[in-house]
């Protein structure tokens, strides 16, 4: 019992002597190295498992979003997403982005190893683990854009590519120290970095396949709503809640430390706006799609993911007014922008490219408005560089795949549905 007393006592009266500082300026806190080292190493473990949970949040929502015909395969995907970008991320991925020369454009493709030390601030399997989930994260938006008519195994081929190779350079670009982070580049959390990546990548993806069998009317309109209904909007709306939720850990953990009383006010400060972004969002999306008569959930939903990837890239400067203002246009970029897919016939089953990738542009390009350090001319640049990167190397991945192994279900299969062509294991008994 003494010795487990001894062991907590460090931290407990550390965190009580945070609790207690005086309001004055917040000074820099004078507790050890080593206790804010177990303080920022607890933040990045305790936000890299609510970012973790949002792969339950995609599953759900992806589930939920495709036909009932499809459900089976959705999950395959995302657990299968999981564990192929976390073995990349530790075989390649972490040290591509850490390992680039200052300003350079890529790192080493080497494994991962724990070399931690007190004066680094935090340990090195906690950031690991941290920008792991960051990786996957990434994937995760790919997967839903593509769905009832790609071949399982061919998207875990670009998983891995995504989750190996593109990602972590672009990632080392701004956070590992590459050329962007030199030229003044800013992206908190990942507007760009992760979600516009995402939704490039998807938006790639899902020209090469093409659209869904009768999804779009020779005018170009969608086909009537019901043969491609989706299976459960209360799957989706669960989905939902855990991906705001894990969103805390997402924006929150990007802080990067909590072992001093600013960084802990910075952190409530990020989780305020996140949750006030993601509001924004929702009730944007809902006014906008009741302009047309009827107020759609899906785009309620979706508009909640384009606000909280909205406020993403600059979640701690704003106040919280102008937060659900920055949420509140990804939001209605969400639902012009899936109007704009429908008009070019791209079929994005989820809607994850205009809550993903649009969304993040424009919180990537709004963040000189509440951050002085920023400028729009090189928010400008990382966007366009990031987004043009991703999408052509992705367009070029897909296209070798389409023209070797193939990447698109036959008509026949994906008539059937691909619970029945890819896994055999059908989700619902019940079909339409």
């Not at 897909?398 to 619970?419: H, P, Q, V």
Request: charge should be neutral; hydrophobic fraction near 55%; glycine fraction near 12%.
């Amino acid at each position: 019992m003494t010795k487990f007393l001894n062991k907590i006592s460090v931290p407990l009266i550390s965190l009580i002597f945070l609790l207690n500082m005086s309001s004055a300026g917040y000074a820099e806190s004078t507790v050890s190295a080593e206790v804010g080292f177990i303080f920022n190493t607890l933040l990045f473990l305790m936000c890299g498992f609510l970012v973790f949970f949002m792969a339950c949040g995609f599953a759900m929502l992806e589930s939920g979003m495709v036909t009932s015909k499809s459900v089976s395969v959705i999950c395959a995907k995302n657990i299968g997403l999981v564990s192929i970008g976390a073995i990349m991320f530790w075989l390649v991925g972490y040290n591509l982005a850490y390992g680039i020369p200052e300003g350079g454009y890529i790192g080493k493709f080497i494994p991962w190893k724990d070399a931690s030390k007190i004066d680094t601030g935090y340990a090195d399997g906690s950031d690991w683990y941290f920008q792991m989930v960051f990786c996957v994260t990434t994937v995760s938006i790919v997967s839903g854009t593509m769905a009832e008519r790609i071949k399982l195994w061919p998207f875990f081929l670009f998983a891995a590519i995504l989750a190996g190779v593109i990602y972590p350079i672009v990632m080392g670009w701004q956070w590992g120290g590459g050329w962007l982070a030199k030229a003044g580049f800013s992206d908190f959390a990942g507007s760009t970095l992760v979600h516009s990546t995402g939704g490039a990548a998807a938006l790639a993806g899902a020209i090469i396949i093409g659209p869904r069998l009768g999804r779009f009317t020779k005018s170009g309109a969608p086909a009537p709503l019901k043969p491609f209904a989706a299976s459960s909007i209360p799957l989706v709306t669960l989905g939902v809640f855990i991906l705001w939720l894990g969103w805390f850990g997402f924006n929150g953990g990007s802080q990067l430390a909590i072992g001093t009383a600013p960084d802990a006010i910075a952190v409530s400060k990020i989780f305020i706006n996140t949750l006030l972004a993601g509001a924004g969002g929702v009730m944007a999306a809902a006014a906008v799609t009741r302009l047309s008569g009827k107020t759609d959930v899906v785009q309620m939903l979706n508009g909640c993911i384009g606000g909280l990837v909205a406020i993403t890239a600059e979640p701690l400067m704003p106040s919280p007014f102008a937060s659900i203002l920055i949420g509140a246009v990804g939001g209605i970029i969400v639902v012009y922008g899936t109007k704009m897919l429908f008009a070019l016939k791209i079929d994005d089953v989820v809607g994850a490219i205009p809550a993903h990738m649009f969304a993040g542009i424009w919180g990537t390009l709004i963040v000189p408005a509440t951050n002085s350090g920023a400028n729009f001319g090189t928010q400008l640049l990382g966007v366009i560089s990031i987004n043009a990167f991703v999408f052509v190397a992705a367009f070029i991945v897909w296209s070798l795949m389409k023209a070797t192994m193939g990447i698109r279900l036959s008509k026949e299969a994906e008539m059937k549905g691909t619970d029945v062509s890819e896994t055999g294991v059908i989700a619902y008994s019940i079909r339409d």
